[in-house]
């Protein structure tokens, strides 16, 4: 497709469970980046990847949440034992050139832990 | 303090207004500057991208970056109720790749 793809749009999960996010970037984007979305809140910054690479990764970031992109294509963004804080948008960005910032977002995967 | 400051709003105008959005911001490492447009349920869209200060024009939009004030703006000329969505400023340092958001401001056009 033409734009960044998330699956899935939504996802319900119980407290406790797993969940796993994917991103397909548009086809030859060489950075890809993870946000996450509070509600009313702006995105803030979980993890990069330079092709296969994952370069930095959020201090912030709870050692619950994992993220690969193996052979620099897509990516899968885990949450292990979710709570009920970890229910946000997730949003995945991609962008052709690294070190630009106008990069490209997907519409998102909406997790609603219950 | 967070690093950008943003006025959530939400702020309502008539069609055709101007409307000034705007952020501050503390990181002075900060080098390039963007406004985004998200749309209910919707990812952000790229509207405008700025590396330096002054002003930079697209259609109905301007956007001004003044780095000595740390002082971001986004002017929307002739206001359509399609532009109702929310504006999100954000920013990253020269070589960096991530990005910081503000807040984000609610915009409603009004007919």
């Known amino acids: 497709g033409a734009g960044v793809s998330q699956s899935p749009r939504y996802k319900v999960a119980k407290r406790g469970q797993d969940v796993a996010l994917r991103c397909d970037p548009i086809s030859g984007h060489v950075s890809l980046f993870w946000y996450q979305q509070a509600l009313g809140q702006g995105p803030e910054f979980l993890t990069y990847f330079q092709n296969e690479a994952q370069l930095e990764k959020s201090r912030l970031l709870s050692d619950r949440f994992s993220a690969e992109r193996p052979k620099g294509s897509f990516s899968t963004l885990e949450i292990q034992r979710t709570e009920q804080g970890d229910s946000a948008m997730y949003l995945c960005?991609?962008?052709?050139?690294?070190?630009?910032?106008?990069?490209?977002f997907g519409s998102g995967t909406r997790l609603t832990v219950v | 303090q967070k690093e950008v400051e943003q006025d959530p709003g939400p702020l309502s105008v008539p069609e055709g207004a101007i409307v000034s959005l705007n952020c501050t911001y503390s990181n002075s490492a900060f080098q390039y500057f963007m406004w985004y447009r998200q749309y209910s349920r919707k990812g952000p869209e790229l509207l405008m991208y700025t590396y330096s200060s002054g002003n930079k024009e697209d259609g109905r939009f301007t956007a001004q970056v003044d780095k000595s004030s740390k002082y971001i703006s986004l002017f929307i000329r002739d206001s359509q109720p399609s532009d109702s969505a929310t504006y999100l400023c954000a920013m990253g340092t020269g070589g960096g790749n991530k990005l910081t958001f503000g807040t984000g401001t609610q915009l409603k056009v009004e007919l």
């Open positions: 960005a991609s962008s052709f050139q690294p070190g630009t910032g106008g990069y490209t």
